[in-house]
């Protein structure tokens, strides 16, 4: 099992650049570089909510849980 970030395609749905993304949201290129690719081993609250604000959209957007094949 996983969970998958979609925060990319949220991005280009809303035509927002990780530059102008991260400034909305008061974080900095490079952390949300790590939680654009995936690479993220926890996202606060507080930075979700955040995104959800700059971006209009639901948190179920972002984050997709994924089964692996293995599991089922």
Do not use: H, W, Y
């Amino acid at each position: 099992m996983r969970i998958v970030v979609n925060l990319d395609v949220m991005m280009a749905k809303r035509k927002i650049s990780s530059g102008e993304l991260a400034k909305k949201i008061d974080l900095t290129p490079a952390n949300l570089s790590v939680l654009k690719m995936g690479r993220a081993k926890a996202v606060r609250f507080s930075t979700l909510c955040a995104l959800c604000e700059a971006l209009d959209c639901q948190p179920g957007d972002i984050l997709e849980f994924r089964k692996d094949e293995e599991d089922e």
